[in-house]
């Protein structure tokens, strides 16, 4: 009798366990509070940045709102730009980067959305995402991939014919336009909740930067088609460099630091969300554009 009263015991300790982490998981998933009336997430712009990089987990499972932002974000989201165009154009002759690599003219602003009172503003989220592909299914990850300019996936003219962002960036960091930062992503809407919420007339109000990294198969799970295996480190610090001086570009052609987000937070919360982009490390992220913001002042 013991016996038996020690394993119920034990199994509905198990079933509370279960259902505490699924309440935890089901938590942290929850999209970040949004405004409709302004068609923006609730909170000054580093406020709702630390809800929208939510670590970012295989899955698509997030982790916690973030306390604190890596420097400098932690000071400039949101806020004015201090830096100038010539100095930016400077730094692009010497790279020998062209603008319409990294979105088009400094000269252009934002792509705007109309919000429900008619109101027309510039772009305020910088959305960030992986590609998820190429799918490898079981094959392992190539070996050369993050350095060999002939793998397919560092091909970026693929995705001129499927503009579903507005930049794709390879492995090797360079970057292709598909859909200029003056104008709405051309095909679809970058985001599912772009699609749910935003919808045609305030799409405009994201910036979609796509990062290739290929997805292999989890061969444990139930999915046969699944691609939850990503690689470690997820990108290559020539994407990190190449992703912060397309975020200061579209930064300085609004004239204020936009809001980044990861695709996974920003969709939470809607069915079959996605889960990228995944293994991102936003410190790296952070140090680029630190670098970046020492040598242009």
């Not at 009172?117 to 959305?127: D, L, P, R, T, V």
């Not at 930067?209 to 990503?230: G, H, T, V």
């Not at 610090?237 to 975020?247: H, I």
Request: some cysteine; aromatic content about 10%; glycine content about 6%.
């Amino acid at each position: 009798m013991k016996n038996c009263i020690k394993k119920l015991f034990y199994f509905f300790l198990c079933v509370f366990a279960s259902l505490q982490l699924e309440i935890n998981v089901n938590a942290q998933n929850k999209p970040c509070k949004f405004e409709e009336k302004t068609l923006q997430f609730v909170g000054k712009p580093n406020e709702q940045a630390k809800c929208l990089l939510r670590p970012n987990k295989i899955g698509g499972n997030l982790g916690e709102e973030l306390k604190i932002l890596p420097k400098p974000f932690d000071k400039i989201i949101g806020e004015k730009v201090n830096i100038e165009k010539q100095p930016l154009r400077k730094f692009l002759k010497k790279h020998k980067i062209d603008e319409n690599q990294i979105g088009g003219s400094l000269d252009e602003n934002l792509v705007t959305a109309i919000l429900p009172n008619g109101e027309e503003i510039q772009a305020i989220y910088f959305i960030i995402h992986d590609t998820s592909y190429p799918y490898l299914k079981d094959e392992a990850f190539p070996p050369d991939f993050d350095t060999n300019k002939d793998w397919k996936g560092n091909n970026l003219q693929i995705w001129l014919k499927n503009p579903v962002a507005h930049i794709f960036v390879n492995r090797l960091g360079d970057s292709v336009t598909t859909t200029f930062f003056n104008k709405p992503v051309e095909k679809g809407f970058g985001t599912k909740f772009a699609r749910d919420f935003l919808k045609t007339d305030a799409k405009g109000l994201q910036i979609h930067i796509e990062l290739i990294q290929p997805r292999r198969r989890d061969a444990k799970n139930s999915n046969p088609k699944n691609d939850l295996i990503a690689p470690f480190p997820g990108f290559t610090n020539k994407q990190y460099e190449r992703l912060a001086l397309l975020y200061l570009a579209a930064s300085v052609r609004r004239g204020t630091f936009l809001i980044p987000a990861y695709h996974s937070a920003i969709d939470a919360g809607i069915e079959d969300a996605h889960d990228d982009p995944q293994n991102f490390e936003l410190e790296k992220f952070a140090a680029e554009l630190k670098k970046m913001l020492n040598a242009l002042n």
